[in-house]
């Protein structure tokens, strides 16, 4: 059967693809020359800050921005939410300043006088019988007969409440960008997104301007995971600040703003039941979950997650709480999911005394046609963690307050590639572009795409320039949902192979031979039958003359070069100070699945990536909310942790490659390694300590609490 | 409201092409180049010393990467915000704000400080070295060079900060052990996990800093 034409090459003609690149911006940015959108600087530029509702649930009763429009260097004052307005969150934008400098601009602001109503407000939904009306049932679902699975004599129930509260995505660039208007009907942003090619369209509709006359440019931007997609209020007010003001304006977010209104992680919290047959089969499942995103309540996280037990019983209800707005954060609903699922097994396993590994391995079946992959998974897995000397029954009991445990996850996620059109340009002078709206979250968006256009031409990826971060390209997708690489990759080699061919159809009567005789391999063009019959690419280039060969990639499209769900198995291996409560990592152990591996470098670096988020949001990440005032107590990085290089221990990422898994094609990688880590520190913090600290991120005091609770039972 | 217009007009290609030159001629910025090491550096700090400045723009110097530049800026203005804002050296970038993350990493005279706890006049008088005082062209220091190499960083927004806590690391620690690499540079922070690839950057970039080559 012939090969459909733009399909990957076999293993044994891969040249780039699965190898170790470097990523092509890495030096850019190691040098700090990457400029970045806070980095744009234009002459006349003004600086705009904005004020913020002091309270978590209020009404504006008036606004007086006299005093701040009298001060020198002020430019453009502008009320954002007028009087009546009723605000849900603390820090909610009422009022925009611009001005000649940062300071002035915060001078402005401190002397603008809002007057508010304060409202009841809700920001702690941890405990459900304490959130009163704000509490909505929401969902109930059912399959199999769960009532019967949990009424059977031989089979064990065990029960627990288990949670994850609401983080921030605490990017490091803030959000925000650079706002000027060359004229009257032209507005060019420089915007921090995730979204290049979708910016515009959102940002015109909303003032009211052709798309075609907005242009978006981000060529680096610092860190989005989920929570930069659309314009945003501060890129609305940035662009009418411009407007007004007809001078550049320059608005980003400062750090307290970041972390109060620029993303946030809806919480889930589950009271479940599990119950299982004595040999570890797991059969029922019963569960009341909550959580919140905000003032809109919060959906039902996906549960039992990746194991679909035969009977089941779900209940959710939405809390409507004054915490902050919601995002989507990097791999959207599944930590929590895990977390509540794999926990709430985790304790079936020990209530059975059965070795979580044995009991996950048998039950792995439960995951449908993946069960032979997450089996593959446990099985290396188990061997790179050193589970057969390390793991034990609950509790460590070697004397000493330091205990040690081990735990493990399973996750999935889906991936596919979105819509992304390219063009791809061979210049009589022997370069190659490929261009697109697209954008590279640090992800190395822009080195894969290099990687499959050098591999399709047969040159080194350093031949290859890669134009993206600009929406004058043709449009690309958003990146989100692990859909980049499937969507970049694939358009790309499209264009490629199309580029190629038309380039080989041009060149073939100087070879006198047909099209199809020809091949680009190795840095030359050459007669596939005779390979000494050669030009080089730059020789072959000049017979072009002055007309460049140009073709447009696309994704969707023929051949099928991408595709969808992945597994993973994770485990956790930490010690825990019974004293202090203090939880250290010793060593986590990834194992990934993801399909056709374009660049192994990067794709590890993503496993890494994402196993240290996980580790940040298992101790350390929470919104800490105070319930007098409803306002953050920790909108600051001293207080909302990151964790540092001292706090991740040893990390071993293994990728599933070669037979069975590149056929498959690509699969996008952002999300799926950052699903596991709550739960498999969850579980290894158990093992350790013979008690479950029920929610995450697991702090000192709540695992001195958990041991004190346990101590009693 | 205010409305106040005073801008020249450029098109959109203009404004997408601006350069560092263009931006610094805007902001009335004076830059001498080639200052020696320790040439002209301490003169700025004494002729202030004992008078009380502020609070609006006061004239001072600062010495950057080997060159001195004339600023007017409010003392309240931090040397990050100097930096970015008013010499647009944006490599250090603006994260935190309170001396937390170390993305805003400089050397003042030599040792590793957070530019958003420094103020700039109280850099006058002391030698500044910035991430972009640390390549020239295509040559990369050792550290940007074993960052590349080991994928030690992502969407990059750290990774300056990084990269000159790191050389400020190993030029007191030539030969460091883990341990003294995660305490030295625990005072850096990155949201995207680059911290593997960090440990190994900096192992890697010991030795190559050893190998002979003089670097700034």
Redesign the interface.
Known sequence: MPKCKYDWPEAGERRLIGKRI??I???V????????S??V????ML?AKMLGCPYAHAKIVSID?SEA?KLPG?????VIQGPGTEIQWEGDEVVAVAAV???IAEDALSKIKVEYEQLPHLVHEEVLTEVGDRGKPAAEIKSGDPDAAFKDKNSVISEGTYGASVIAH?????HGGVY?W??EN?L?TWHSTQNVSGVPGQLAEALGIPAGNV?T?CN????G?GSKFGPDRWGMVGAQLAK?????VKL?L??DAELKLAGGRPSHFAKIRVVAKRDGTVTGWESDSWSTGGPGGGGMPPIPYVLEVPNRVMRHTSVATNIGPTRAWRAPNHPQACLLTMAALDDSAAKLNMDALEFFYKNAGLAGERGEIYRQELRIAADLAGWKNFWHPRGDKTPGPIKRGLGMSMHTWGGRGHNSNCTVTIQPDGSVEVALGSQD????TRTVIALSAAETFGLPIEAITVRIGDSKDPASGASGGSTTVGGVSSSTRRGSVDALEAFLAKLAPSFGVEASALEAANGYVRVKADPSQRLTWKQACAKLGVTPIQASGKNPGPCNLISSGVGGVQIADVSVDTETGLVKINKFVAVQDCGLILDM??A??QC??????GI?YSLFEEKIMDRVTGRMLNP???FYK?????D?GE?IVHMMTGPGYDERGVIGLGEPPVISPGAAISNAVANAIGVRVPTIPITPQKVLAALQKGGKA | MSRKKDKPRKTAEEIAALSRRDFLKGAGVAVSGGLLAGDAVGVAAPEMAGQVLGPGPVPFKLHINGKAYKVNLEPRVTLLDALRNHLDLTGAKKVCDRGTCGSCTVLLDDKPVYACGVLAIEAAGHRITTIEGLSHGDHLHPVMEAFVEHDAQQCGFCTPGFVMSCKAFLDRHPNPTPEEIEKGLGGNLCRCGTYVGVRQAVMDAAKAMKGGRSHA
């Open positions: 470097s990523r911006d890495g030096p940015k190691s040098s700090g020359r990457a400029k970045y806070y980095d600087n234009l002459p006349g600086c921005t429009e002020v430019k453009v004052v502008r400098t940062e300071e605490c990017c490091l660039e803030a000027d060359p004229d032209t060019v242009r440019i680096y931007m610092g860190g995971f007004e003001a007809g001078r550049p980003m400062p750090r979250l640090g992800t190395g470098k990067t590890e670096s890494y990536g994402a196993i240290i988020m940040t600051n990085m001293e990151l964790a540092g290089i001292g991740i990390i």
